[in-house]
């Protein structure tokens, strides 16, 4: 790994943004104001600011590289690389790939679960970004379970989330858009999706035997675990009581207060932040985030919303840039930080390691 010598930029340093050189060995952070040593690469940041990787920890955009039309496939392998080319533009030098696999075929499917997980295991050492595989389990895919706790024991598995989109599926059906869509992704006949969602349906009473079991399969193989869109205090409570510590994008500010009340870690979307609200219509992130209702920013579904929410955060007063930037690379401050620094040492060690991104921005900022 080549040593780096940065010289002149203003460096987020211990919750500063102070003016100053970096010196960088192994990856790593090993002197600050000091000279320009023999055999670094050296790097004029004069006008830059010098900041922490970013760390992703639910980011699907890669699924738009993998189809980026309904219908139209390109190799994983393929999908991975451009992927990480653009996480890595985008200052994310960590990446966990939220894959999701559901019930259905297609996009989403058993198959190319297992494709991704196989190429991000063998493609991992070529990647830029350090990349882990954070595995979205949609609840109604019984049939998974047996794999998934398989996954689970060896060790292949770094976040484990358990996402219930049944209820929204079913609302679709009635809307000809969101329908088409979601027909499109499968490569079903429209009548073949109704039948498999109508199956998929029946096995309801299933449901929470089965996440009771892979919650204690994640527990015994000391994953992270998060439920997605909780939407009542009750739905979070049930799952805390599951060792599930991470709520992901509660629905409303009434669970996010019980999830930070219990020192739960919140995960909101960056793209939320960046666009001044949700694509659903749900909690608007900036207003949980300025009432410390927030731990985590994910890029969710486009690479370049952490950096930008982070700056955007600092423009609107939210918080000041070097806080702002906590939510996407650190542990961030306040009653929840030694926990949540815990919780990060964890779930992201070795990446931890102090890596830098050179960003250019319009706008001055201070913190």
């Not at 211990?14 to 790593?28: D, F, N, P, W, Y």
């Not at 199956?199 to 079991?213: F, W």
């Amino acid at each position: 790994m080549t040593d780096i010598f940065i010289e002149g930029g203003r460096a987020l340093l211990g919750g500063e943004i102070l003016e100053t050189s970096v010196q960088i060995a192994g990856g790593k952070i090993n002197a600050v104001e000091s000279g320009h040593g023999r055999g670094s690469l050296g790097i004029d940041a004069r006008g830059l600011l010098v900041l922490p990787g970013i760390v992703d920890l639910h980011g699907d955009a890669f699924e738009r590289q993998m189809m980026p039309r309904p219908g139209v496939d390109f190799p994983v392998d393929v999908a991975l690389i451009d992927s990480d080319r653009q996480a890595i533009g985008n200052g994310i030098t960590t990446v966990f790939h939220a894959t999701t696999w559901s019930w259905e075929p297609g996009l989403r499917s058993a198959e190319n679960a297992r494709d991704l997980l196989e190429a991000i295991e063998t493609l991992r050492p070529q990647l830029a970004a350090d990349t882990r595989f954070h595995l979205r389990h949609e609840t109604y895919n019984l049939d998974a379970e047996t794999e998934i706790e398989q996954w689970l024991s060896d060790g292949r598995i770094d976040l484990f989330a358990f996402n219930d989109h049944m209820d929204s599926t079913i609302a679709s059906l009635a809307k000809p858009q969101k329908r088409s869509r979601m027909v499109e992704r499968t490569g079903l006949s429209g009548e073949t999706f109704d039948t498999l969602v109508e199956r998929v349906v029946s096995r309801g009473d299933a449901v929470p035997a089965s996440v009771a079991r892979l919650a204690k399969a994640a527990r015994d193989a000391n994953v992270r675990m998060l439920s997605h869109d909780d939407d009542s205090p009750e739905m979070r409570r049930a799952f805390r009581a599951q060792g599930v510590g991470i709520a992901e994008f509660p629905v409303n500010e009434e669970t996010a207060r019980e999830a930070a009340k219990a020192g739960d870690f919140i995960v909101f979307g960056a793209p939320n932040v960046v666009r001044g609200g949700s694509h659903t219509g749900w909690t608007k992130a900036a207003d949980m985030i300025a009432k410390g209702l927030c731990s985590i920013l994910a890029s969710d579904y486009y690479y370049p919303a952490q950096l930008l929410a982070a700056f955007r955060l600092a423009a609107d007063g939210v918080l000041p840039l070097a806080e702002a930037w906590n939510l996407i690379s650190a542990a961030p401050p306040g009653p929840q930080a030694s926990s949540i620094a815990a919780f990060w040492r964890k779930v992201v060690a070795p990446t931890s390691s102090w890596s830098t991104t050179k960003c250019r921005c319009g706008r001055e900022l201070s913190a």
